[in-house]
């Protein structure tokens, strides 16, 4: 499966915390990210992600147009509900194209947590299917 990290900056450490406590399912999956969060969770955990731009810069909206394409399966992102961001019109865009496709997407840890296992669980694997591909086939 194809999954997008994203944390605003008072989240961060939030995400690296959750990202290592599930180090071991993470490692399955292809993972993508916005630049300062991919950059922080591979420097703490040596995961391999692929990064886009900062979210400030256009990585929101890098990580939509894959959304857009149907090429994301879930997507994390840590959402600082306590501070106004200067691409706030992104964030939004981001999160509303996950409902356009219905793409499984936590903004909180409570969220995640639920969402990771669940993937463990194969509850996501209906993702692969509606690409077209079978889940046991890909990483
Ligand atoms: O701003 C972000 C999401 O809206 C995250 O961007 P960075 O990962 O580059 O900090």
Redesign the pocket.
């Known amino acids: 499966m194809n999954i997008a990290l994203?944390?605003?900056?008072r989240k961060?450490q939030d995400l690296i915390t959750f990202v290592t406590a599930y180090q071991p399912i993470f490692e399955k999956h292809v993972l993508f990210?916005?630049?300062?969060?991919?950059l922080k969770i591979h420097e703490a955990t040596g995961l391999s992600i692929e990064r886009f731009?900062?979210?400030?810069l256009g990585?929101?909206q890098e990580i939509g147009a894959k959304i857009a394409k149907n090429q994301m399966d879930l997507v994390i992102?840590f959402r600082d509900p306590l501070t106004a961001?200067p691409?706030e019109p992104?964030?939004t865009a981001l999160i509303r194209l996950c409902d356009v496709y219905n793409v499984p997407l936590a903004t909180n840890m409570g969220t995640a947590e639920v969402l990771i296992r669940g993937l463990e669980h194969g509850d996501v694997d209906w993702r692969a299917y509606f690409r077209g591909q079978n889940p046991r086939l890909e990483k």
């Open positions: 994203i944390a605003h900056d961060k990210a916005t630049g300062t969060t991919g731009q900062s979210g400030p990585g929101d992102f961001q691409h992104d964030v």
